[in-house]
């Protein structure tokens, strides 16, 4: 199993650009997670999924859109990436049982420019 | 809101040396992580503490649960290189259907010869 997987890497992005960022898991799980993390920082919420076909906004959802597209995949995407949007990007999964255990992706670099 | 807050924020020690970190959060939770991260990784998953007095060891690291004050330590024994990370702890606001974590700012581990 690959877990949870994320592409690009790495992405260097000009202010006023969109992009979208991929993420994919194998897991089975019902639920998945964008986050951000800022240096010095711990990771803040983006937004989520419960379960294929739902979504909604966690702490910091202002900027971003995102796409459950099937149990596996979950994307987020910037419209308009502004240099606040400047940070390291964290796809999770978890089961929606009693753990709740969240399972990270190796992360999104991205820098706006 | 919930704040989770972690200290210290940085820690050198020495080989050998036991010390502790600490995680307070604001509001009531019943589940709590801790997660290890290395310089440009991803988390890797520690301990799921999911009930009050709940103590969890793996190794040299040892964590606890006090859901009445609202507090989690991650106790490090006789520490060797190995364990230079940064930390985290994330307490869950669980929806029912999904958690929602919050992180603490991380402490960030250095362990010397």
């Known amino acids: 199993n690959a877990g949870v997987t994320q592409t690009p890497k790495f992405q260097v992005l000009k202010t006023g650009q969109s992009m979208t960022l991929q993420c994919a898991q194998d897991?089975?799980?019902?639920?998945m997670y964008w986050y951000r993390q800022d240096p010095g920082m711990g990771l803040r919420l983006i937004y989520y999924?419960?379960?294929?076909?739902?979504?909604d906004k966690g702490e910091v959802p202002n900027g971003y859109n995102v796409s459950r597209l099937n149990k596996r995949e979950f994307s987020l995407r910037l419209e308009s990436a502004a240099p606040s949007q400047t940070s390291v990007y964290f796809c999770?999964?978890?089961?929606?049982?009693?753990?709740?255990?969240?399972?990270f992706g190796p992360g999104t670099r991205l820098t706006v420019t | 809101e919930l704040k989770v807050e972690q200290n210290p924020l940085f820690l050198s020690m020495q080989e050998g040396k036991n010390y502790t970190i600490y995680c307070n959060y604001s509001?009531?939770?019943?589940?709590l992580y801790w997660y290890r991260q290395d310089p440009g990784k991803s988390l890797e998953s520690l301990f799921v503490l999911l009930s009050n007095g709940a103590v969890k060891q793996e190794g040299r690291l040892m964590a606890s649960l006090d859901t009445k004050a609202r507090l989690s330590t991650l106790h490090i024994t006789a520490a060797v290189h190995d364990l230079s990370a940064t930390y985290f702890c994330a307490v869950d606001a669980h929806t029912g259907t999904a958690s929602k974590l919050t992180f603490g700012t991380g402490t960030r581990l250095q362990v010397t010869l």
């Open positions: 999924s419960a379960s294929e076909g739902t979504t």
């Open positions: 509001t009531t939770s019943d589940r």
């Open positions: 999770a999964s978890s089961v929606t049982h009693w753990i709740y255990e969240q399972y």
């Open positions: 897991m089975n799980h019902n639920s």
